[in-house]
T-cell receptor
Framework: AQSVTQLGSHVSVSEGALVLLRCNYS??????LFWYVQYPNQGLQLLLK??????LVKGINGFEAEFKKSETSFHLTKPSAHMSDAAEYFC????????????FGSGTQLTVLP | NAGVTQTPKFQVLKTGQSMTLQCAQD?????MSWYRQDPGMGLRLIHY???????DQGEVPNGYNVSRSTTEDFPLRLLSAAPSQTSVYFC????????????FGPGTRLLVL
């Protein structure tokens, strides 16, 4: 079975500071990896995804993530936090070449302090 | 394009009542799914469909039914509502189930008393 672990259900950073949201996954097949963001009272929207190719993936709003197979990680980073980044972030994994569905982590609530 | 639409936005039910949550998409996506979101548990898959006439169970299907008579619509039925079904429900669609971006609706907040 595949699974996703997001370390830290709540993360606080100061405006302008580095954002680092951690995601580790387990999958017995090559994974597809996603980060979604949810703003208050809205549905989820895709930030970025890794399917194949370059392991450093750039997404919207200045976010990026690096697929590290040896560490089974897909951490999300942004060099400088903005107040508008305050939201809940979900890491998700699905399995290439199999019938596995998309599996979500439990989410990390990001607070940006002025 | 409207994307993925869901109705209603909010609903209060009494235990034992039934209702249908509506979901529609106008992107001609084959794959549609229903999730429930509960605090600290992320999103859990209830049911999904890979095309009209084809549905299957997800992680937490008990108490819910679905059907897919057209590509556009994927309603979720609660047969006999229970307080444990109090949650926020999201419908999503994508071109396939694994590697393509899922597009989410705005959600339906359900309270079962």
């Amino acid at each position: 079975a595949q699974s996703v672990t997001q370390l830290g259900s709540h993360v606080s950073v100061s405006e302008g500071a580095l954002v680092l949201l951690r995601c580790n996954y387990s999958s017995s097949v090559p994974p597809y990896l996603f980060w979604y963001v949810q703003y208050p009272n809205q549905g989820l929207q895709l930030l970025l995804k890794y399917t194949t190719g370059a392991t450093l993936v750039k997404g919207i709003n200045g976010f990026e993530a690096e697929f590290k197979k040896s560490e089974t990680s897909f951490h999300l980073t942004k060099p400088s936090a903005h107040m508008s980044d305050a939201a809940e972030y979900f890491c998700a994994v699905s399995g290439a070449g199999s019938a596995r569905q998309l599996t979500f982590g439990s989410g990390t609530q990001l607070t940006v302090l002025p | 394009n409207a994307g993925v639409t869901q109705t209603p936005k909010f609903q209060v039910l009494k235990t034992g009542q039934s209702m249908t949550l509506q979901c529609a998409q106008d992107m001609n996506h084959e794959y549609m799914s229903w999730y429930r979101q509960d605090p600290g548990m992320g999103l859990r898959l209830i049911h999904y469909s890979v095309g009209a006439g084809i549905t299957d169970q997800g992680e937490v299907p008990n108490g819910y039914n679905v059907s897919r008579s057209t590509t556009e619509d994927f309603p979720l039925r609660l047969l006999s509502a229970a307080p444990s079904q109090t949650s926020v429900y999201f419908c999503a669609s994508s071109r396939d189930r694994q590697r393509e971006t899922q597009y989410f609706g705005p959600g339906t907040r359900l309270l079962v008393l």
